[in-house]
């Protein structure tokens, strides 16, 4: 896919996103049914209700793509490995989140081509933000609040304090372990809490430089932040350093990864080493 078809087709998967975002909200005002599926996480009316209504518009565009979500049946490896563009969809990212009527929850959508990110779509809508990119097009965030243009928005070098984000839900001895090696070599660092996607949205804005993420994550939570961060100048890696890649398995859980700003820095050296040894 070219720019110029991204560029007709990025404000169409915003347009979806805002809907999607404006169906979960009508639910988080109204109230809403939580139940809990085979793996153990929640699920809500709310995810539901934004999954049939983005699959539904995804189907309405002219450019039409195979589209996996989250809350869609999944298909086995044989039959994913032959797509090479494909949409991938988190409806509602940051459950727990939501459910505990915090606002840190986000509609993701991504287009995968070729096992990368080269569009995505973040959008917080009880916050009213919006974080989008298209391969080649920039990264870009927008407040349903202002009425001025699109922001463009960039990651940064590492400061003399460091500020890393991390998970409310999963920080384990792994995590831990890092900081504290971390701390050891360089000093002081500051850590901020924060749900969802918007994690890796804060670096690519450049309000925080790592996301470690040293917990299992699913394709659908990272794809859209992760174009996202590309083109804002950042990465997502393996914990060896090499690119993170999409539909290359025969499960669509992620490795442990490391979101990262604008900078070089080997981040792997701070791993505890168990994990370094695996």
Not at 7 to 35: C, H, N, Q
């Amino acid at each position: 896919m070219n720019q110029e078809q991204l560029l007709i087709l990025l404000p169409e998967i915003r347009r979806i996103a805002v809907g999607a975002g404006e169906k979960i909200m009508e639910i988080y005002k109204s109230g809403f049914d939580t139940e809990t599926k085979s793996d153990d996480s929640p699920v809500t009316s709310a995810d539901l209700a934004a999954n049939k209504y983005i699959d539904e518009e995804l189907k309405k565009l002219d450019l039409q793509f195979p589209i996996l979500s989250e809350e869609s049946a999944h298909l086995p490896f044989e039959e994913r490995a032959s797509r090479d563009t494909y949409w991938l969809v988190d409806p509602l990212d940051g459950t727990k989140e939501f459910i505990n009527r915090r606002d840190s929850f986000t509609v993701n959508i991504a287009l995968i081509d070729q096992h990368k990110p080269i569009m995505g779509v973040v959008y917080a809508p009880a916050l009213g933000l919006s974080y989008f990119a298209g391969k080649g097009l920039g990264s870009f965030k927008t407040s349903d609040k202002s009425s001025t243009e699109p922001e463009a928005i960039h990651s940064r070098d590492v400061p003399d304090t460091a500020i890393f984000v991390g998970s409310r839900s999963h920080t384990g001895e792994d995590m831990v372990k890092f900081l504290e090696n971390y701390e050891a070599d360089n000093g002081q660092y500051d850590l901020q809490s924060m749900g969802s996607s918007l994690k890796m949205c804060m670096v690519a804005e450049g309000n925080a430089d790592l996301y470690p993420r040293l917990w299992l994550t699913s394709e659908w939570d990272t794809a859209a932040a992760h174009c996202i961060l590309n083109e804002a100048g950042g990465k997502i890696v393996n914990i060896d350093m090499s690119p993170l890649l999409y539909n290359t398995k025969d499960s669509l859980l992620n490795p442990y990864f490391f979101a990262i700003g604008n900078n070089s820095v080997a981040w792997n050296k701070y791993l505890p080493k168990s994990l370094i040894d695996s």
